[in-house]
């Protein structure tokens, strides 16, 4: 998928508001999320000038108003994509909700592939290119499983920092494509560090170290001089 897409996620629900999080920032999306009404309206406020949000996922029953009011100050302003996750189902909202410019409307409980699915289609409904990321990847003894946040070697579990872990998950998601310097900064260490190429170098050293037969001949982390870095494709 394209890296680095940003999702308002707009739910009180603690619980459930970690869990979607968890699977959204496997996928590869920036998350940012707001339990309230207010939050989420200062959110997009901030957001407006300078870092629109790419999708924003919406709940209705929030604690302090109606998530309703969320859809109706984006549509007056920006064309970002609006799917409702709500536990009611009362066809009049529903078409209220969709006639008021709503993409979509997912009825609680659902399944993590069904909402990725309609938000990639939400995407694409803006001219964004969106395919399903990558989560799985072997080769060479070694093993990732995004889903799962578990990295083996040989079958054994293998340690990672969370900053090595974090690189190696984006290069995962893009397996076989070459991820520019700007962009690993930039997803892993954030805006302000995108010309910090020599964290990228430290922590690349520190992965070969650890998934490379021979880090001084790597053959899964791979350097594209003066561009970036690319992981092999898996097998």
């Avoid at 339990?35 to 997009?44: K, M, V």
């Avoid at 629109?52 to 998530?67: E, K």
């Avoid at 100050?73 to 009611?88: F, K, L, N, Y």
Wanted: charge should be negative.
């Amino acid at each position: 998928m394209t890296p680095g897409l940003r999702v308002l996620l707009v739910e009180d629900d603690t619980e459930l508001r970690q869990t979607l999080r968890d699977v959204l920032t496997v996928e590869g999306y920036v998350v940012a999320t707001a339990a309230s009404l207010a939050d989420a309206l200062a959110q997009i406020g901030q957001a407006l000038p300078q870092q629109p949000f790419d999708l924003v996922l919406l709940d209705l029953g929030l604690p302090d108003g109606d998530g309703a009011d969320v859809l109706h100050r984006v549509r007056r302003q920006v064309s970002w994509p609006v799917i409702v996750i709500s536990a009611r189902q009362d066809d009049g909202q529903k078409i209220t909700l969709l006639d008021a410019g709503a993409d979509d409307y997912l009825v609680k409980p659902f399944s993590a592939g069904e909402l990725l699915a309609r938000m990639r289609v939400a995407l694409r409904h803006r001219g964004r290119s969106v395919t399903a990321a990558q989560t799985h990847w072997r080769r060479d003894g070694i093993e990732v499983d995004l889903q799962r946040r578990g990295v083996l070697r040989d079958g054994q579990p293998l340690h990672l920092t969370p900053k090595e872990y974090a690189l190696l998950a984006l290069l995962v998601r893009s397996a076989g494509q070459v991820l520019t310097h700007r962009q690993l900064l930039s997803q892993v260490w954030g805006a302000e560090h995108v010309h910090d190429t020599h964290y990228l170098r430290l922590y690349m050293a520190q992965l070969r170290a650890k998934l490379e037969t021979d880090p001084a001949d790597p053959q899964l982390l791979l350097t594209e001089t003066g561009v970036g870095y690319r992981l092999a494709e898996g097998q």
